[in-house]
Each structure stands twice: as C-alpha cells, then as structure tokens.
C-alpha cells in the first residue's frame, strides 16, 4: 500500500473566529445544516459521529454512532447501556464526539459530559424507530460474545411471535445519552496544512471563548 499517493490538499475558503457565531451551538447548526444540505449520497451519514469513552484502566475506545438529536442542551444518541461504551460512560462521563464531512474539508470535535436521557426520552425514540430495529435493540447483549448468529436470529424469530400484534416494550437497558458540551473545535483543511481551526471553551456558567489554534 503506497501511503505517499493518498494526499490531497484541501483548497476550500477559510475562516476565522469572526466569521463565526460566539454560541458554538449556533455554529454546530450552521455547520451541520451544510453537511446535511451537501451530503453526496443516501450511502452517507452527514449525523455519523465517533464517540471516545474510557475504561477506568485509562484504555479509550472509539466507535461511530448517530446522532439522533440535538437542542441547547447538547448532542443525543441511542445504545444500550450495558454495552461496552454505556459501561465506560457510567464509570466516567467524559466523552469525545468527532464528525468528519470529507467533501466539505471539515471535522468538528466535541467533548463534554453524558448523562443517561429521562425514560420518557427514551421511549419516544425507541418507537420511532422500524419495528424491527425494536427487536434488533431487545435481541442484541450488545458486546458480550456469543455462539453464532444463529442464536441472534433464532432469539429474534422468537420475539417477533411473542410480539405478534403487540407493542415492543423499551428494553431496560436501552436508551439515550445526552453529551453537554464543554469545547467545540471547528476545523477546516487549507492549502499547505495551513488549516483553520477555531475553538470554543466554556467557562461552566454560560460564556464561551472563541479563539483560533494553530493547524
Ligand atoms: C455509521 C454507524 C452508525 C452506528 N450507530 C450506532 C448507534 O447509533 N448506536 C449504537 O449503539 N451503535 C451504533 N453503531 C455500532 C457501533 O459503532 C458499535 O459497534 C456498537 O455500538 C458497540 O460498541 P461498544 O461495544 O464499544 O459499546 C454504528 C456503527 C456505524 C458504522
């Protein structure tokens, strides 16, 4: 694999920390709303982000999820709590979002806390979701080993007959973060490497810094 090939420099417009608004959920939804409006395809997922989480050992894991809303009070996704990522968040709540819109140049990174949502929350979400990914979310012991996927399917044939004509119940362990945020960082590929990147940094009561970091 010749790694010198894939190189591609980044000719986009760039911007500075004016061009920007002081709320960066502001900026998130500019953003966010161009990534959508721009996306390439059905095959991309402009609401595709990383989420980081570490293990009490200090080892960290990465994985994508969706996001699946967003208010101001931060960024929502859907898992299941006992999986690996709801273990390492229930044991330490700092948590790293990172998007990627590769035909607009841009990464946005996001850190900050999470915290379970209401039930209510929960439920609402898990019902607007096709029949059979309720049953997907009930089948699945998300990261815990097993035997085949037979058993995958089998449990799953089971549900569907236990189910038949009812209302999938929301399992227990299965439910939405909210991650509030406490730094953004807007990035944008320039020419050279020479890269716009502009931070923002709350000061935990509401007020945010905005200031551009060296590429
Ligand atoms: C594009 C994409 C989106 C995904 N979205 C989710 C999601 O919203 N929730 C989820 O639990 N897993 C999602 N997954 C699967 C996770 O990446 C991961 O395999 C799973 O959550 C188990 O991670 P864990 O063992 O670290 O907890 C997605 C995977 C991809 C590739």
Redesign the pocket.
């Known amino acids: 694999m010749d790694f010198k090939a894939l190189r591609k420099e980044y000719e986009t417009a760039g911007f500075g920390p004016e061009d920007l608004p002081d709320n960066p959920m502001k900026a998130f939804e500019v953003w966010f709303d161009e990534a959508t409006k721009q996306s390439p395809g059905d095959w991309f997922?402009p609401n595709?982000m990383t989420i980081s989480?570490s293990a009490p050992s200090g080892r960290v894991?990465s994985?994508?999820?969706?996001l699946?809303g967003v208010d101001g009070e931060g960024f929502r996704?859907?898992?299941?709590y006992d999986?690996?990522?709801?273990?390492?968040i229930e044991s330490n709540p700092n948590v790293a979002l990172c998007f990627h819109w590769p035909y607009l140049g841009r990464q946005l990174r996001i850190e900050g806390q999470a915290t379970r949502t209401s039930t209510d929350d929960s439920e609402k979400y898990f019902h607007s979701r096709p029949r059979g990914s309720q049953i997907g979310a009930m089948v699945s012991r998300?990261?815990q080993i097993i035997q085949s996927r037979a058993e995958l399917e089998d449990y799953r044939d089971q549900l569907e007959k236990q189910f038949e004509n009812q209302e999938i119940p929301l399992p227990d362990n299965w439910g939405g973060y909210l991650v509030r945020p406490d730094r953004f960082e807007f990035w944008q590929g320039r020419l050279d490497r020479l890269h716009d990147r502009i931070v923002y940094i709350s000061d935990g009561a509401g007020q945010w810094t905005k200031a551009r970091l060296s590429p």
């Open positions: 997922e595709a989480t894991s994985r994508w999820v969706l699946k996704l859907y898992t299941n999986s690996d990522k709801g273990q390492q998300q990261s």
